[in-house]
């Protein structure tokens, strides 16, 4: 379900959406700590050049979006729900990266934890809550990352600081400003303050805080505010970080007894995935369909005021169909608004969706003009 939105959302908004929220640890500036001079070009460079491969850490998730308030009478193991939950609520995990292919990510709740473990072309998904694994086996040449990729990738509910930085960065056009802010603080590490913000005032989003770690260029926190509000809408941060290579032992995974196991084989790129235990089966990508619609989707405007739009084909039954929808939406003309601090999507009456960091407005004459 996640997934499938993203494919609607802004370019802008993706990678802060992806993660199911983002941390909101917003910048304290600091004036006591002293750091070279540094231009907005020179810190984007620092990013660029980071080399840091090794690392682990503690990462926070909070938001705060101003999004409806769940009913308690939604159906636990709804995709739908699971979806809003990752918007919506606090998450904690810890990290361990040892190069591009080795990664841990555990995802702490009050009720379950969540394991993601990649070593090589073996990954695994577990779920204390219902006590279920997922293994996938990687084949092919496209099983390895790809050469020289020192970015860290984490899994789940939880994202480092440095992909949603990369995704920011990547998107800087002429319609951003980009500046230096107040040296800060962030996991006790000294860092410079790289603020983006956007040229138009038709948009929802107010500015963009990285911190840029100032010995090794690698982001710490990454901080979304949106217009009139004071506090991060969405952001993410380190607050417990070590740059020593983690212990091997920690990217083997068993299973604990008793648990489901569910296994694949998945060769990248084919769009077929097969399970070891029926060599001949091949089975259609679960994606197929999620790729197919994918190319209904098609944008208007550009940068910070990107509104993507997809037919009512594209829309999951489950959304479509769901008392949520209903809960989390508010009557407008034209048909119902979800509104957040960051985002508005609008559902038309004709089953059409429009989705963009803007006023509704701005989507209503998007819809009126398809």
Sequence with gaps: MARKWLRWLPAAIVPVVVVGGAMAFPLQAEADIQLPNKSPAEV???IGNSTVRDFSGTVEQTSQLGLPQIPSSMDPGSSTLSALDALTSNHTARIYVD?????RV????SLAEQDFVRNGSD???YNSKDNTATHTILSGTGAGAKSGSAKPHGSGKATTPAQLAERFITAVTPSTSVTVGKNTKVAGRSAYDLV??????TTLVGSVSIAVDAKTGLPLSVAVMAKGQKDAALSVAFTQLSLQTPSASLFTFSPPSGAKV??????????HRTTPKHPGAVTPDP???????????????SGWSTIVSAPASALPSELTGSSLLSSATTKVTGGRLLSTSLLNVLFTTDGRVFAGSVPLAQLQAAANAK
């Design 44 to 46: 984007l460079a620092m």
């Design 99 to 103: 190069g591009p292919q080795k990664v």
């Design 106 to 109: 555990q995802v702490m709740t």
């Design 123 to 125: 990954i695994w998904a």
């Design 196 to 201: 983006l913000r956007p040229r138009t005032s």
């Design 262 to 271: 569910t296994e694949h084989t998945v060769s990248p790129g084919t769009g």
């Design 287 to 301: 994606d197929a369909k999620a790729k197919a619609n994918a190319k209904q989707v098609s944008t208007t405007g």
